[in-house]
């Protein structure tokens, strides 16, 4: 991509692109970074499209603008597609070895050493170790050294870069059992249909998978907690045995009962590992519980009561460093030359990882030709906000990207991404010329479909509208009056949804959510083009308040924040309400500097203050 000579070091080739948690890439904000990540050059995107089995839309009940894709993956084909993809990449030298020291010089990295003596010199290097920096394994009250189940642990390279003077860390993750997919009773489950109207990951891709699978719910039971609580005494996260943090927003089965003990049933999703493997990934139950205690609480659950275990869950205490070391490009502070990307920042999940990957690698090669680094703010990107909360603030435990993060989420969607970013990869040189051009005729064509909506009227509820205007209404879709835009029956007088009083028969009517639906038209427009022409119109107001927002990002030092409990506050989360009643920051600005305090929950604040000013207590 961009012409220099790279090698890179892994600890096995055939774990390339290996999944270790569950088969599926996107979901809600994990799809904008996934998008993102493609419009400036990356794979992930393109690998995931290859090796989709289903592709779900989340969010559907709310509007296109916060609509969330998330594909199953076939987590079998997904590392020899990964290593393909790699494998064609010109001026990269693939080598198994294991990283044993970074040789520094003068506070420069200038040299790695491997396992078995070799040291490649090097002017910058990546480190993307996962989670296999000093990791110790837990199934019960055993455990062991392993950065994956049966893969070893990379503990000289955390000692090395701990004696760099880096400062470590642990955190802790985890993941469930493996199930033989022969020995389930789908029938007592309920059938997840995938999403055909969905939008592939990749911009340059227009074709979605038709031979796509289901997924299966199903749940926990008051069995299945019993059996849980029963066996707390052996579970090393209720033993003190794991000392780590872990993922606040995907927690282990036994956390789930003991911290939510009023939930009498948790949601678990049955997601296939491969279109040619028995293997599923019942996603919801991760665990470290003892094997014999994960089978009998397995077999209490509907449709599971036979289920066969081809893996055991387990959780992981794996190293990393703070990432508040590290400069925006993702290189150290401490050691030119040297950056770190994925779960060694403090992130969970492939997009985290993938996002920072591209950001660390694009650095990294600036660096060695002597270019100016490449740096996304928070209002061009969600990678501007992963990278600006990591290194500005930190995290004291495992990161995950939420829209709630920005508070730009309508502006940085998932659907305009390549729009967004194809011209900073086009003129890094990530992106082809093709490839720019296909993100620039997308803007085209959206920008023509706006200009002709305010021009093209029809009767609609017995009055002459510009389409503009109809589509601001908020059960009004592009699709439906889609004809209309087109010169089709322009001046035929017809109310796009009903007729007389009698729903069109073009269109269908969701009776459940009352939204109209017509079957997608045939006129040279892809979803991508009428949904953001869509979003463009309806959303217009909130977009251009989310602008105001930005200029007054600049002064929130200058608002004092009152003397209050925080949980009075509607909206607010437990997680920002815990640490702004704990630390009791002075003003918007110190609060917004804290980790784990979102800028959306900080325009709370803001609003709240506002509209409450006169009577709230000062400090």
């Not at 991509?1 to 994990?30: D, F, H, Q, R, Y």
């Not at 609480?297 to 190293?319: C, M, Q, S, W």
């Not at 082809?432 to 002709?452: D, G, N, P, S, V």
Request: overall charge positive.
């Amino acid at each position: 991509m961009l012409g220099l000579n790279t090698l890179l070091l892994t600890l096995s080739l055939e774990a390339i692109g290996k999944l270790s948690c569950n088969p599926a890439v996107g979901g809600i904000a994990k799809g904008n970074l996934v998008r993102e990540v493609d419009a400036l050059g990356g794979l992930i995107a393109k690998i995931a499209d290859k090796c989709a089995l289903n592709y779900r839309i989340l969010n559907k009940s709310k509007g296109k603008a916060v609509w969330a894709t998330r594909a199953q993956v076939d987590s079998f084909e997904y590392p020899t597609v990964a290593r393909k993809f790699l494998e064609a990449c010109p001026n990269l030298t693939i080598l198994q070895a294991k990283v044993k020291n970074i040789l520094v010089k003068n506070k420069k990295i200038y040299a790695v050493e491997v396992n078995f003596g070799e040291i490649f010199e090097t002017k910058t290097a990546i480190i993307c170790a996962g989670t296999f920096l000093k990791s110790k394994i837990h199934i019960g009250l055993n455990s062991f050294s392993g950065g994956r189940l049966s893969e070893e642990s990379s503990d000289e390279l955390f000692e090395s870069i701990r004696k760099l003077g880096i400062v470590t860390k642990h955190f802790k993750t985890g993941t469930c059992a493996r199930l033989d997919a022969r020995s389930l009773d789908f029938s007592k489950m309920t059938e997840q249909l995938p999403d055909m109207e969905a939008i592939p990951f990749s911009f340059t891709n227009n074709t979605l998978p038709q031979n796509q699978l289901s997924c299966y719910i199903t749940y926990t039971n008051k069995k299945t907690h019993d059996i849980i609580l029963k066996n707390l005494n052996r579970s090393p996260l209720y033993t003190g045995k794991i000392k780590a943090r872990g993922v606040r927003y995907c927690p282990s089965l036994e956390d789930k009962i003991v911290k939510f003990k009023d939930h009498k049933r948790h949601q678990i999703f049955i997601e296939p590992e491969g279109r040619n493997t028995v293997e599923v990934y019942p996603n919801g139950i991760s665990t470290s519980l003892p094997f014999d205690a994960q089978l009998k609480f397995i077999h209490t659950i509907d449709g599971l009561k036979n289920a066969l275990v081809l893996r055991p869950g387990y959780g992981i205490e794996h190293g990393l460093i703070d990432a508040q070391e590290l400069c925006a490009t993702l290189e150290s502070k401490k050691i030119s030359g040297l950056y770190f990307a994925g779960q060694v920042n403090g992130t969970t999940g492939y997009e985290e990882a993938a996002a920072q990957g591209l950001i660390a690698g694009i650095n990294a090669a600036l660096c060695v030709k002597n270019k100016k680094p490449f740096i996304l703010r928070r209002e061009e990107a969600f990678l501007g906000v992963l990278i600006d909360d990591l290194t500005s603030k930190g995290t004291d435990e495992p990161y995950r990207m939420f829209t709630s993060r920005s508070e730009f989420k309508l502006s940085l969607r998932e659907s305009n991404a390549d729009i967004r970013l194809a011209n900073f990869g086009y003129n890094l040189g990530t992106l082809t010329r093709e490839q720019y051009e296909q993100a620039l005729e997308k803007k085209q064509r959206i920008e023509e479909q706006i200009k002709k909506s305010k021009t093209v009227k029809i009767i609609f509820e017995k009055q002459k509208l510009a389409i503009f205007d109809i589509l601001k209404r908020p059960k009004m879709a592009y699709e439906q009056i889609e004809k209309y835009m087109e010169g089709k029956d322009v001046t035929g007088q017809v109310n796009p949804v009903r007729k007389g009083g009698v729903l069109n028969p073009n269109i269908s009517e969701n009776k459940t959510t009352g939204v109209y639906s017509a079957p997608p038209l045939q006129v040279g427009l892809s979803n991508g083009v009428r949904w953001e022409t869509e979003i463009n119109i309806k959303y217009e107001g909130f977009l251009k308040r989310e602008q105001i927002w930005l200029k007054e990002l600049k002064n929130l030092d200058k608002i004092k924040l009152p003397k209050i409990d925080f949980s009075k506050i509607p909206s607010l989360s437990k997680e920002v309400v815990e640490k702004l009643n704990k630390f009791k920051p002075d003003n918007l600005g110190e609060a917004l500097r804290m980790s784990g305090i979102t800028p959306a929950a900080i325009l709370t604040v803001y609003n709240f203050i506002k509209k409450n000013r006169s009577g709230l207590p000062r400090k």
